[in-house]
Nanobody
Framework: QVQLVESGGGSVQTTGSLRLSCAASGYTDSSYCMGWFRQSPGKEREGVAVIAGAADINYAESVKGRFTISQDYDKKTMYLQMNSLKPEDTAMYYC??????????????????????WGQGTQVTVSP
């Protein structure tokens, strides 16, 4: 069974940058989706970015042009480079995987319900 561990969260000021990492243990495959999600107090968990293989990537509109998702299969690690951070990016960030073949629809809709395996989360706080 796959286990996911996030790291790299912290506190930054507006326009700052952070790089999140998600280390996976257990079997992984390039056909599986891995993604970043976030949740603020009182809000539903929302999709940030999803990756399946090197080229199948999708971003939420709110982070396009600022965040970059990537994956190192040798290290079994996924990353989220976050630049030009805004206070509205403040949230607990989670990585997740489908741990099974991931369809085009799943990659497109960034729905947390499509992902069955989750990390414990890492907090990102952006101050004005």
């Amino acid at each position: 069974q796959v286990q996911l561990v996030e790291s790299g969260g912290g506190s930054v000021q507006t326009t700052g940058s952070l790089r999140l990492s998600c280390a996976a243990s257990g079997y992984t495959d390039s056909s599986y989706c891995m993604g970043w999600f976030r949740q603020s107090p009182g809000k539903e968990r929302e999709g940030v970015a999803v990756i399946a293989g090197a080229a199948d990537i999708n971003y939420a509109e709110s982070v396009k042009g600022r965040f970059t998702i990537s994956q190192d299969y040798d290290k079994k690690t996924m990353y989220l480079q976050m630049n030009s951070l805004k206070p509205e990016d403040t949230a607990m960030y989670y990585c997740a995987t489908t741990n099974s073949y991931c369809s085009y629809v799943t990659r497109l809709r960034l729905n947390p319900r499509d992902f069955g395996y989750w990390g414990q989360g890492t907090q990102v706080t952006v101050s004005p």
